[in-house]
């Protein structure tokens, strides 16, 4: 730089007295330089740091990913336990498979009298709103 600060001097201040630019010389070029190559290097540091395999972009991502299945394992848990609880019912009360037998299998027993209701009415008799 310049003595005023500068960054690219002026015509008069650019020659020494023999005939060099200082602008591409000495150890201001040097320092240029030096000052370049770790510009590039950070910038490029911090350009692989974020799409590299291992970079913050994918990190995030598999931040996400690891949230969503420890909330989908929280969930598998639960529903273990709901089904620890039934197979322990089954075990140890009979009551239970009874109650279980008659609800999904229809097990009726031999003193009772079962009547089955449609959900819908029966159409193709005629009624009092038929004509």
């Known amino acids: 730089m310049s003595e005023t ?21 000495g150890p201001g070029l040097l320092n240029r330089l ?3 190559a770790i510009v590039l290097a950070v910038l490029g540091g911090l350009a692989f740091l974020t799409v590299s395999t291992d970079g913050f972009i994918r990190r995030s991502e598999l931040e996400r990913e690891k949230g969503k299945l420890e909330a989908e394992i929280a969930a598998l848990n639960d529903e273990n336990q709901v089904l620890r609880q039934k197979i322990e019912r089954f075990l140890n009360d009979p009551g239970y498979v009874e109650d279980e037998a008659r609800r999904k299998l229809g097990f009726i027993r031999p003193s009772e009298t079962v ?17």
């Open 115 to 131: 009547y089955r209701l449609s959900e819908e009415p029966d159409l193709t008799e005629e009624g009092p709103n038929q004509p």
């Open 34 to 36: 030096a000052l370049a």
């Open 5 to 25: 600060g500068d960054l690219f001097p002026s015509a008069a201040e650019s020659s020494a007295g023999d005939g060099r630019p200082r602008v591409f010389s």
